[in-house]
Structure formats: C-alpha cells, structure tokens
C-alpha cells in the first residue's frame, strides 16, 4: 500500500513541476527587448530612407514631389518632378531630353497628370 502512496505523490509532484514548466514557458515568451534599447549602444538614431529613392534632381530647381517614386529610375523622378511643377502653372521641361528619354517623358507626362487631377485641372 506504501508503493501507491510514494507512487501517487511522485506523480502529483512531477505533473506539478511539469505544470510550473510550461506556465514559465509561455511567461518567457512573452518578454522581448529591443535591440535598440541597449545602453551602450553609442551609435546615433539613423534617419529614415528618404521617400524619393535618393532624389537627384538632376540640375532642376523643382522641389522633389511628394509622391514614393523610390522604384523608378532617375530621369523618370526628375520628369516627373518636372511635369508637376509644369501642371502647377511653372513650364518645367526639357526638350530635348523629352524627345530622346523614354524614362524622362513618360515621368513628366505622369508627373503632368498626376498633380493636374490634383488641382482640379
């Protein structure tokens, strides 16, 4: 009878620690930190990537638009800038590079009509 009572409380015992295992487990998991939040991290916050893709505006003196054109080549973003500039009443184009760049015209016609439906045009 003392074998099923030794047994018994060796049972409960392991079933609770195998219990106390898991509910750590699952605690433990929960808790995460930050890379970033380390203190002897000496390296100072780097800006965010710039929405235009590294904008060059090529010699132009139009601001960058506000549209994401990070995907796009250069002579597309700075036609497009230029064509929205022209849309907001500045004739911005170039040309020459309008007739011979595929990429620089189809960025000014989309820049042109992008912010033309934006004022209303």
């Known amino acids: 009878m003392v074998f099923l009572t030794l047994r018994d409380f060796f049972v409960k015992t392991l079933t609770s620690l195998l219990l106390a295992l898991a509910i750590l487990s699952v605690l433990s ?36 638009p506000k549209d994401n054109l990070s995907g796009f080549a250069p002579e597309y973003r700075q036609g497009y800038t230029e064509g929205c500039e022209s849309a907001k009443g500045r ?6 590079r309008f007739s011979k760049d595929a990429d620089y015209r189809m960025g000014w016609q989309d820049g042109y009509s992008v912010c033309a439906r934006r004022l209303g045009k």
């Open 29 to 64: 998991g929960c808790v995460t930190t930050s890379p970033s939040s380390s203190p002897s991290s000496d390296k100072p916050a780097s800006s965010p990537p710039s929405p235009y893709g590294g904008y060059d505006s090529g010699g132009s003196s139009a601001p960058p």
């Open 91 to 96: 004739e911005h184009r170039n040309a020459e």
